[in-house]
């Protein structure tokens, strides 16, 4: 049997945000590449944590390209998020990047805890051109013991399919709030707990398994969904 071997192409660029700056971005391009995930990093952590970094290779063995980028407050080395006018204006421009160099690829988008939250708040202010679904690494119902509902209100305003990928462990979405919340907004969105996962989906090493393993349940669920969508 023929081995596929596998090319994968890495290109750094730089995006101009109008009116507020020039930002940096990744793509991380396999071979005949089905599907493109526009991947906005978490508020602690740029587009180069090796979190990140896994999450790219990992879809790319997949056959899925990314396009990670920072936002400016992450560019710019300073201490707090960015506005969310800013974070909104930004995701736009990365996702009209990603569409431009991966013409006639399937766009969605998302990312890990904040990023996640800017894009669907983007979405849901005005449509993402050709993004067809959202994906969302941890997505960060409320501050960490503060359990609370309203950060995912404009969730109700988003009209393409969502993934929740969520650990049962994360501090930042109880679960018992997020699960109505979801089942809300059928048939559109969709869970997928990570047993035993934190907002990271790292596990407990009584639990049986890796880091490594829960990563993998991850990444093979959002590979699964995004050919759903096809």
Known sequence: MAVKIQTVKTKELKLDIARIGTVSAILT???????????????????????????????????????RFNFPYMENKQGRPDQPAVAHATIRVAVEEAARLCPGVMLVAGGKSFGGRMTSQA??????????GL???????????????ERAEHLAHVEIPMLFLQGTRDGLADLGLLKPVIAALAPKATLHEIEGGDHSFAVLKKSGRTNEEALTEVLDTLAAWIDSLA
Do not use: N, W
């Open 29 to 67: 391009q396999p071979d005949k590449a089905r599907a493109c995930y526009v991947l906005a990093h978490g508020a602690g952590a740029g587009m180069r944590h090796a979190s990140m970094d896994k999450i790219a290779e990992g879809l790319a063995a997949r056959d899925i390209a990314t396009f």
């Open 123 to 132: 979405q849901s202010k005005a449509p993402l051109p050709d993004v067809k």
């Open 135 to 149: 994906a969302f690494l941890g997505f960060p119902l409320h501050a960490d013991k503060k359990p609370s509902t």
